[in-house]
């Protein structure tokens, strides 16, 4: 994961045909890459994407979220505003150097709560996904207060299946070892923690009168 891209270079072509065929629904990009990895600069992929939605008979049919990580996103915001997109950012830490270990290729948490505070701006409907909440390293609160200007937002507790704490914890050690604890008593205390983070979330929303659609618990 992270090693290599497949790009899907006749994408735009195929979604025409998708668009006449597909039954009313919603667009969403991306669920499991960003569609704007850094690749997207040579490709133009999504740009292209959503130039064909923007221009297709069809568009009325769609409803249109993205969710990324990159500023790069508000090279689109002329086809964004046509679409009536919904703009989402998923950050779980404000700690530019944990975000940089965790999330290497993403842009800075600051540089991606500014991109959503320019889409507002613009007339954008934004929203935050904090995701995924890292223990001793996501602080709810601060992310809360920096996103209250959002419409709503998505919390997603980290999913601790062996595939991922795999690839995570040497990670972890390396970089955070004082955080070790914390992800351990997480990983033996699931339950109990998700029912503390859900506390905690309730109480945020409350003070920051910031919506949470919901907290993603896998």
Known sequence: WGDFVHVKINCPELLEKELEKN???????????DCYMPLEVKYKLTRKILEVISKSQYKNKFSVEILTKSALIRRDFDLLKKLNVIVGCSINTLDAKAARVIEPFASSPTERIKVLKEAKQQGIKVFGFISPVLPGITNLEEIFRELNFCEYVWVEILNIKSSVL????????????????????????????????????DGLSKKYKLKVIDVVVH
């Open 166 to 201: 795999q690839r995570l914890m040497p990670t972890i050690k390396k970089n955070f070892p004082d955080k070790v604890k914390d992800f351990e008593y997480m990983i033996e205390n699931y339950e109990e923690y998700c029912r503390g983070i859900k506390k905690e979330v």
């Open 23 to 33: 039954k009313p629904g919603n667009i969403w990009f991306s669920s499991v890459t």
